[in-house]
DNA sequence: AAAATATTGAAATGTCGTTTCAAACGGAAT
DNA sequence: ATTCCGTTTGAAACGACATTTCAATATTTT
């Protein structure tokens, strides 16, 4: 069907001639070139010309370039390989892509394999039952904190979600036993968190924690810990990428599973929702 | 890059004029059809024209006919998916955890596949090149843009994400032409989006729009047009689980690009971001 | 009904894959 | 070494086919 072009090219590399060889070379390399390129680009780009590249084709059994071109494009759709990868500098486009999906996938697979069933069920209860629930986090935390509250909110439970740690802890200082304090932090171990989460310790608030797997300041002041996967981040993908995806996925379970414990309820809420948005926008 | 390209079509089959539409059905039901016939050979096939077939391509947002032939021979080969999953009322923990596993991967998946190369490579430049960004996104994606302007501040790039229509709309009123508009908005509809990339457009700031694939009212406003997959969403994912997973991937992989291709600064930038928090942090 | 807009396919155009061919090369025979 | 013969090579000519243009037609709006 359509695919096996770069088989056919590293079993016949061997018995190639010299200006053929170095155009499969390139190929084999940066297979994907071959997809944006036109056969004088490749030609030049492995220091000969068109003509060879077209005489690559006709020496692997292939009609032509486009045929070849196919069959590339069919190699290409790999499955995504396992594990990390830190992204290079110098990197192409394509290559990055392939790095971010593999590493963004895994961290959700990875995540998964972490989830206390247990725990989880525990945070679905404490959650359903809260008067409000005040989400907290700084920076790139504080942006899924925002996220979860208007989650929420979309399902009438009442939540905040702010940066302003005073503010927070006026707001602790003043919450009832039935409400739930949420702290987020990748690390577990920002300063404003742990500042936060022993406050509501302190006043008997009831806490959950959202951090990366393993033992933290954050975690260990929590009544409730979930995780997302750890991963030995590099330097390029602590500016925190696939930590913020996971954090969301564990996010999303968890409303999830709130909405599926209070079907009726929940489906009526969206409804009233986005009658809600469209009177605000159209007002009618 | 590689796929994608009945999923394109399908998605686009109902905004279709008729003759592309008769091409789009033929092409669904005979995929392998392109990879062996000439677009007139097409055309006629499909009772229409070739230059129905090229219209086809330029509706799907690819660069031509061999865009379209690389992708189909790429689904051709991908073994089939299975596609997204709604959650029941009643179902258990574990089995929520699973759907939302797969729905996470899936639209990650999806939105890899939809990756116009070129169209990223030019949000890419404009961005490395813009004096200021200013995001925008309402709801759901105005998170979308506080991560976005987070990410971008740690490389030193000037960045925005408010949320309050008229102060933005002075904002813009205000930019230079070095800035850039970038617009989020998953249905592409949202008005208040709409609004000011229309205004930027007359204003002459550039802009990129970040959309669910297909023709939209944002998207058509954008100078550049990044998608994510779009995937008909029922009741409780219209609380909006997976779209969001997708656009921060999409925005992740902006990032590391912008990040990679000026990898020396960036590397200074981030060194001295985190040496800034630590300051803050611990005083020293 | 008229005007404006969108859609359509035939023909013109231009890009790019493919073929041709003369020159260069390499090895074997003289 | 020199000549011969088969192979390899890239520049340029060629031709196929993707793409654009445009005038005609259909559709929607006013």
Redo the contacts between chains.
Sequence with gaps: ???GGLKMIQNMLEQLPASERKIAELILENP?TV??STVQDIGVQAHTSGAAVIRLCKSLGLNGF?DL???I?????KP?EQGYRD?????S??S??QK??SN??QS??DS?EM?N?EE??RA?HTLSAAQNVHFFGI??SG?IA??AQ??LL??HKNATAFTDTHLVATLIANASQEDVVFGISHSGET?EVIKIMTLAKERGVKTISLTKYGQSSVASLADIKLFTSYSGEA??R?????S??AQ??IM??L???M??VQ??D??NS?DKTREAIRFI?EGK
Aim: net charge neutral.
């Design positions: 069907m359509a695919a994907q997809l944006n486009q071109k196919v069959r494009a069919g190699d290409l759709v995504v992204i290079e500098p110098g990197e486009f394509f990055i892509v971010t999906t963004s996938i959700i697979r998964e989830i069933y989880l069920e679905v920076g790139a942006i925002k996220d208007q989650k979309r399902i300063s330097p390029f602590s500016a925190a990428t696939s913020r995806l969301l996925y999303d379970i409303f999830l599973s909405a599926t079907y009726e929940t489906i969206i926008k």
